[in-house]
């Protein structure tokens, strides 16, 4: 497996925007003002409408030392935090961000107040692995689709695997959350065996469990 890139690598922190402010001390817009300059965000809200933490306060475009941040979302009860660089960094950002605004702005933040976490992580990468290596049944299948499918549209049709899922039973845990998946990458050739994976894990895990996922289609 290569890696071509991590598309996005997106943490939410959850923690109440009340407990950071408990005695209403720090002026949003002053925090704000400040959060702009610190990023250096080149979008970021303008009006009072677009300050409402039950829609998210998004700022875009802005770095923290020397990693790129796509965006920022402040909610009443989460802080969201994208990059395309890991969940890791994402989650560093988070932390250090916060403890520049207790210093620098007054927030009420203490390390481990944070208690809970989600992460999501998109990636890109290259696989010699077909997704159809999974059983010998879905070879038959493809076989069999493609030649009653050529014959059917008169032309030469070859099927193939192109996204693979795993999800729990939401309707038993109405967690929300992204399911795990694998599938071709849009607007690529299949001859490129280029895919697109999607998880709601930090970035380092999906890609070992990616990397663990090839080495069990190989073995077998």
């Given at each position: ?99 520049w605004a207790a210093t620098e702005c007054g927030l009420n933040y203490r390390p481990g107040m944070i208690a809970r ?53 939401k309707t038993k845990t109405p967690l929300v959350t992204a399911p795990f998946s694998i599938q ?37």
């Amino acid at each position: 497996m290569q890696l071509a890139a991590v598309v996005l690598a997106r943490v939410l922190a959850y923690v109440e925007a009340a407990d950071l402010n408990p005695r209403g001390t720090v002026y949003f817009p002053v925090l704000m003002r400040k959060l702009v300059d610190k990023f250096g965000f080149q979008k970021f809200p303008t009006t009072y409408e677009q300050t409402n933490e039950d829609k998210g306060i998004e700022f875009f475009e802005g770095r923290w030392n020397d990693v790129t941040v796509d965006k920022l979302a402040i909610f009443k009860g989460a802080l969201v935090l994208d990059t395309s660089a890991s969940t890791a960094d994402s989650e560093r950002i988070i932390e250090e961000a916060l403890v520049w605004a207790a210093t620098e702005c007054g927030l009420n933040y203490r390390p481990g107040m944070i208690a809970r976490k989600q992460y999501l992580s998109d990636v890109t990468f290259y696989s010699d692995v077909k997704l159809e290596a999974l059983h010998p049944a879905v070879f038959r299948l493809q076989k069999s689709v493609s030649e009653n499918a050529s014959s059917a549209f008169k032309q030469a049709l070859d099927f193939r695997v192109t996204q693979f899922v795993l999800d729990f039973d939401k309707t038993k845990t109405p967690l929300v959350t992204a399911p795990f998946s694998i599938q071709r990458r849009g607007n690529s050739h299949f001859t490129e065996n280029k895919y697109f994976s999607e998880a709601p894990l930090p970035t380092e895990v999906h890609l070992k469990i990616l990397e663990q996922f090839e080495a069990d289609l190989i073995a077998q």
